[in-house]
């Protein structure tokens, strides 16, 4: 598994999405069909930051790290 996101991908899910979706699951009430689809977002935005890894970039040929130098 190739890493396909950057830095501040990763920190924007983990940092923004992530508790705005577990703020919305509050919110709605934490059984509601709502709320448990925004707490398995949360989770899975927590997930892919984690491993730098997003299966739906993978599909689409997203890479977000930016170009790489290569160096001799």
């Known amino acids: 598994m190739k890493r396909n996101m950057g ?21 709605w009430g934490w059984a509601g069909m709502g ?7 949360a989770a899975i935005m927590l997930a892919t930051a984690a491993v730098g890894f ?4 993978a599909l689409f040929r997203i890479d977000s790290r930016g170009r790489r130098i290569a160096h001799a």
């Open 35 to 41: 709320a448990i689809v925004a707490l398995v977002v």
């Open 54 to 57: 997003c299966p739906l970039y």
């Open 7 to 27: 830095t501040a991908d990763r920190w924007i899910r983990a940092l923004a999405v992530a508790p705005a979706a577990v703020a919305l699951a509050a919110y």
